[in-house]
């Protein structure tokens, strides 16, 4: 062997290729299959961020994908470490969040005698990631890692997964370096068909009534200059969800957002930009039944549309919108001052709702309306906070009020719609922004699936401000129940509990809020503590979400 390649264990190995594709920090919850990992990882100066539950490791490198778009990285143990993560893997792959999953595994000289923690992961992960396998040897490490990197980030980006054998992972093997070319850039390809986009531009130079209707795609596809710019040039109403939102300014005079079922219902045009028409936009019902939709993505969708489609733009995002830009050209006379009517009759309809909202925002009950939180948070909150919702109703009316201003400041489950992912989001946001503010918004309900995290928050000195809505209900269900049945089971917690406590006792500076006047003092010393910090704030119970449906 040349004495110019460097043998090193698997773990090493593991830990050089992610170094050399940019990742500077695993989550992981301690486990024996996982040292040889461990080790590399101190080796080559990667952090390590232990948790209390595989399941907030894994939320957590989802998280850090979500906020920096690059590939998060967590390590979870053998058999229950990796089914604990599964739920985080599923939200990832409907969020189609890149991150890679390391898991360990039993040794492969025992395989099928009954080690401890043996089973085959790679069934009930595959239909979930983008990429899985074991590594079958000490030498084709590096690849392998690399592979699931590239896969994680390619086309509609996502999960991956590489377990490794106990004996495969200690063992050693010569460094020749073939895991270290940098990963793909997608969003800097080509665009859409040049023939589908010149159709496409025919249709928006002729509409009157056209909007956008964006979402997660769009951030992933790195597509929000692009899309400001066709906005913009042509006076095209936006609205925003998911990942998405933020990257058309919430001040911008056509960002908008409490008029969206009048934009759609009412639209001649739909440019429908990296989000499905699921259960979000009706099943495509939300858009007029005469509008003519394109759908524009980097890769097609994984089903069908629930409705026909006019034009169908896939590719990368920045070249797929420049292009239509450009093919549009100057829109008639006539057409531009329907669009600018049309604008400005959803600007005003905007306004009215806002200023509906104002009475809930400020609303003096104890215990207080949940809207009232947000009256004052949205006074303290800079610009480019990030904001985390892990919850029901009380997130359902942060999304509805809170504004983002860039991208990557809103961060919830996303259609998978998992509880207790909200301390991984928040943990790896502060991690990766330690300049910025993070806050964490959690119903008392979602507090009980993760709480526990509030140690991993003070152990790791993480500056994450949780606000929890404490009605003592679980209003997403208790409410529609209720309604549909005039009664509810299942659906109640215990009044005015004391989370406030359970967070001193972890560490945590906490505060109980029982009245709207100790509300701001509270969130101002929260914000100012330096360290993690609880706002056990106790909401009104009657207070329900409007909502059209649950379930659909």
């Not at 893997?89 to 025992?110: C, K, T």
């Amino acid at each position: 062997m040349s004495a110019s390649v460097e043998e090193v264990h698997g773990g090493r190995l593991v830990a050089r290729t992610l170094r050399a594709h940019g990742v500077s920090t695993v989550f992981t919850l301690s486990g024996g299959h996982l040292f040889s990992i461990y080790d590399g990882c101190r080796s080559e100066g990667i952090k390590l961020v232990d948790v209390r539950h595989e399941q907030t490791a894994a939320f957590a490198a989802e998280g850090w994908a979500k906020v920096t778009r690059s590939p998060g990285v967590c390590a979870l143990t053998a058999g229950p470490g990796v089914t604990n993560g599964m739920s985080a893997i599923a939200s990832a792959s409907q969020n189609d969040s890149p991150m890679l999953v390391l898991g360990g595994r039993a040794p492969a000289w025992r395989w099928g005698q009954g080690s401890l923690q043996e089973i085959d992961h790679l069934p009930f992960v595959s239909p979930l990631t983008r990429f899985a396998a074991t590594a079958g040897s000490t030498a084709a490490i590096p690849g392998l890692v690399r592979d699931a990197l590239v896969s994680a980030v390619s086309g509609r980006s996502g999960p991956a997964f590489v377990d490794f054998p106990l004996d495969v992972v200690f063992s050693l093997a010569a460094d020749d370096g073939a895991g270290a070319a940098a990963l793909p850039s997608p969003w800097l390809g080509p665009g859409a068909d040049a023939a589908a986009v010149e159709r496409a531009a025919t249709l928006l130079a002729r509409a009157e009534r056209p909007v956008i209707m964006a979402g997660t795609g769009l951030y992933w596809g790195r597509g929000e200059v692009s899309l400001c710019e066709l906005a913009r040039a042509h006076g095209i109403p936006v609205f925003l969800n998911g990942l998405a939102r933020g990257c058309l300014p919430a001040d911008d005079p056509l960002a908008f957002s409490r008029t969206r079922g009048q934009a759609l219902g009412s639209c001649d045009l739909a440019l429908v930009i990296g989000v499905p028409m699921d259960f979000r936009l009706g099943f495509g019902d939300a858009i007029a039944a005469d509008a003519s939709v394109i759908a524009i993505d980097v890769a097609p969708p994984p089903r069908p549309h629930p409705r026909p489609v006019a034009g169908e733009l896939y590719g990368a995002l920045p070249a797929t919108l420049s292009g239509l830009f450009s093919a549009c050209g100057p829109v008639g006379v006539d057409v531009c001052r329907d669009r600018a009517a049309w604008v400005a009759s959803l600007r005003v309809a905007e306004h009215e709702r806002r200023a509906d909202e104002a009475a809930s925002l400020a609303d003096p009950r104890a215990p207080l309306h949940p809207m009232r939180i947000y009256g004052e948070l949205a006074q303290l909150l800079d610009r480019d906070a990030i904001v985390v919702g892990d919850g029901g109703d009380f997130v359902s009316f942060a999304g509805r009020v809170l504004d983002s201003f860039a991208p990557g400041c809103w961060v919830d489950p996303g259609p998978y719609g998992c509880l207790g992912s909200g301390p991984g989001y928040a943990l790896a946001a502060q991690l990766a922004f330690p300049e910025r503010q993070v806050v964490l918004l959690v119903g008392d309900g979602a507090f009980g699936f993760a709480g526990m995290e509030l140690d991993t928050l003070a152990r790791h000195g993480v500056a994450v401000v949780m606000v929890i809505a404490n009605n003592g209900i679980w209003a997403l269900e208790k409410h529609p129940m209720e309604m549909l049945y005039g009664y509810s089971v299942v659906a109640d917690l215990r009044p005015e509990t004391r989370y406030d406590l359970v967070a001193s006792a972890l560490g945590c500076d906490a505060s109980l809020v029982s009245s709207p006047g100790e509300l701001r003092p509270a969130l101002e010393r929260a914000f100012a503590c330096g360290g993690p910090a609880v706002v056990n704030v106790l909401t009104d119970p009657a207070v329900a979400y409007p909502r059209r449906s649950n379930l659909a």
